[in-house]
């Protein structure tokens, strides 16, 4: 069973920055699409950012120009990264990484979560005024 494990969280500043990574494992194909949720207390999760086995990106409005989704694909696994710029008290929740494998590209986001059979444990990101 595909595992998903997350790291890299904290707190800091508005107008700070960090750095997520999930290390994406046990899984066999090589088309997928993978990326970035968060929700926050009360909220819906939401899409942050994504990225298919074609290097194809997507971005939520409110994080573009902002984050950036990037991944070190190896043999065994996939390791993708979150940079997080210019961070707003708006970006606080937790973030958790995900896969939707099997498919090249990502699909849009109603579908895409009901895909979703595998999700990460989560990591918080909190941004202060």
């Known amino acids: 069973q595909v595992q998903l494990v997350e790291s890299g969280g904290g707190s800091v500043q508005a107008g700070g920055s960090l750095r997520l990574m999930c290390v994406v494992s046990r899984y066999t194909t090589s088309t997928y699409c993978m990326g970035w949720f968060r929700q926050a207390p009360g909220k819906e999760r939401e899409g942050v950012a994504l990225i298919d086995s074609n290097r194809g990106t997507w971005y939520a409005n409110s994080v573009k120009g902002r984050f950036t989704i990037s991944q070190i694909n190896t043999e065994n696994k996939n390791t993708l990264y979150l940079q997080m710029n210019s961070l707003e008290p708006e970006d606080t929740a937790m973030y958790y990484c995900?896969?939707?494998?099997?498919?090249?590209?990502?699909?849009?986001?109603?579908?895409?979560?009901?895909?979703?059979?595998?999700w990460g444990q989560g990591t918080q990101v909190t941004v202060s005024s």
């Open positions: 995900a896969a939707d494998l099997g498919i090249p590209y990502c699909m849009d986001l109603p579908l895409l979560r009901a895909r979703i059979k595998s």
